[in-house]
Nanobody, 124 residues
Framework: QVQVVESGGGLVQVGGSLRLSCAAS????????MAWFRQAPGKEREFVTA????????NYADSVKDRFTVSRDNAKSTLYLQMNNLKSEDTAVYYC?????????????????WGQGTQVTVSS
């Protein structure tokens, strides 16, 4: 089993920045493909970004390209999401997800392990 725990959410103004973290345990972190999803009230869970084992491969939703950056530190077993120029529509619960095997799928059901989420609220 893999456990993932998100942190770093909070309240920020439009145009501001936040960095989310996701700590993983239970399996060597370098063997896990990692991703961020988000879910706003009344909406389905949507893909934000994913990153390959070594970090060389990434995939981003169009809505966050050029504003969000995903990275990972395999030595610290931690995934990051740097969010810049935040917009009100970025308000959501952000979830960290993990799976074995390659592939940076945007489909939630392809991901095996999930955290509890961290709330990000962008206010105007």
């Amino acid at each position: 089993q893999v456990q993932v725990v998100e942190s770093g959410g909070g309240l920020v103004q439009v145009g501001g920045s936040l960095r989310l973290s996701c700590a993983a345990s239970g399996r060597p972190f370098s063997t896990l493909t990692m991703a961020w999803f988000r879910q706003a009230p009344g909406k389905e869970r949507e893909f934000v970004t994913a990153i390959s084992w070594g970090g060389a491969g990434t995939n981003y939703a169009d809505s966050v390209k050029d504003r969000f950056t995903v990275s990972r530190d395999n030595a610290k077993s931690t995934l990051y999401l740097q969010m810049n120029n935040l917009k009100s529509e970025d308000t959501a619960v952000y979830y960290c997800a993990a799976k074995s095997g390659a592939g940076l799928s945007p489909i939630p059901t392809f991901w095996t392990f999930w955290g509890q989420g961290t709330q990000v609220t962008v206010s105007s």
